[in-house]
């Protein structure tokens, strides 16, 4: 698809690629773009260094996991043309495993699947209308294999990936497209905040997960706008998988390939990341 004189979306635009997506989306020629967050001042700057470079931008606040909000964020775009591009980027890591508690497995299921599902709600009857549209979800590497430390987050970002394999299958004949982002780690808040959690604070110490969110920086730390370039890159070329560290493609042949052997060689990388001699 052409970015060219089209109106697009981003979730979670304040930060991180979100911000790398919205700046990126005006260079390269879109109409407008709509910079969506839950933190409204941060969108509002993104949407201000967008409007002082020549292009048009504006911010919205909404929580992608309150529906309401994500009818309300398609509906203020629409002021600037039809809503040909939307990326649903937003999204949140918590550490642990089944003890993690019911209120942080509802916030993630919430803001890291929950969301695609409304904003798919929310666009596609207009897409579907014009007999096109582009949508992105922003999964990660650990929607396609395993994120060390934290089950709510490789639950979700598989989940994500299955939804958007589901809608490209189910409207890709009918001029929609989907791609899915699966990166490694890049810069942003989040990979702050997931070496905080995963990190080697005293709990995932003792539970053995220590240093999960460095298993994401083995392949290299890129910047958002590296990521951000590669998604955009792929819109040309409208292709679904988006794999900005170009490892993971082998790893999830690999997986395939042989189940038994990927999951020894993951206890094997988790004992190395986490100090612990392999079980
Ligand atoms: N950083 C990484 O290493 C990495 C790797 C793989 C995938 N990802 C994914 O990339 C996406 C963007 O993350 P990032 O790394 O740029 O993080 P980030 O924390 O820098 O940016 C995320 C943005 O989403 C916003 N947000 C959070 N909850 C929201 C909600 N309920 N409604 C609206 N906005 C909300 C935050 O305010 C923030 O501005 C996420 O889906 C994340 O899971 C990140």
Redesign the pocket.
Known sequence: MDITGKVAVV??G?????RALSVGLADRGAAGVVV????LA?AGEVAADIEAGGHRAIAVH????NEADVQGLVASAEALGPVAMFFS?????VAGGPEASDEAWGRIWA??VQ?HIYVARAVLPGMLARGEGYLEI?????GLLTQLGSAPYTVT?HAAVAFAEWLSIAHGDQGIVVSCLC????T????N??RRELGTEALMAAEGWAGGSEQ?AVDGVLT?EQVAAASLDAVATEQFLILPHPDVATYERRRADDRERWLRGMRRLQARLSGLPPG
């Open positions: 979730t979670g304040a930060s991180g690629v979100g969506c967050d839950i933190d941060g909404a929580d992608v996991s980027n937003a999204g949140i890591i803001i890291n969301s922003t999964a990660s590497a650990a970002k990166p490694q780690a890049f942003s808040n989040l990979l905040t997931s994401a958002s």
